[in-house]
């Protein structure tokens, strides 16, 4: 299983970022993924996850409303839109496969002035 996220940067507080994660080594279409964060000196935290076909989504209290999970088999990768950002979105981001757990490299989000 390899995960590959991308697309993280430095953002200004209310701006937008979309992360990406590709994936391979797994039947990706079959499999439901999430999105964790883990902040400095923090615990790994759930963000958001969507259903392997898509059709159903969840997300943390903390990012409803704000961030958009999706997915595009075809490509096997991974989406996450995140708006209206906050310092506490601060956090080294994963993709994760849900059953098994397995994540791969994050990547960093930085939403400071």
């Known amino acids: 299983v390899q995960l590959q996220a991308s697309g993280g940067g430095l953002v200004q507080p209310g701006g937008s970022l979309r992360l990406s994660c590709v994936a391979s080594?797994?039947?990706?279409?079959?499999?439901?993924m999430s999105w964790f964060r883990q902040a400095p000196g923090e615990a790994l935290e759930w963000v958001a996850e969507l259903s392997s076909d898509g059709s159903e989504t969840f997300y943390a209290d903390p990012v409803k409303g704000r961030f958009t999970i999706s997915r595009d088999n075809a490509k096997d990768a991974l989406y996450l839109q995140m708006n209206s950002l906050r310092s506490e979105d601060t956090a080294v981001y994963y993709c994760?496969?849900?059953?098994?757990?397995?994540r791969g490299q994050g990547t960093q989000v930085t939403v400071s002035s």
């Open positions: 080594g797994f039947t990706f279409e079959g499999e439901n």
């Open positions: 994760v496969k849900r059953a098994g757990g397995q």
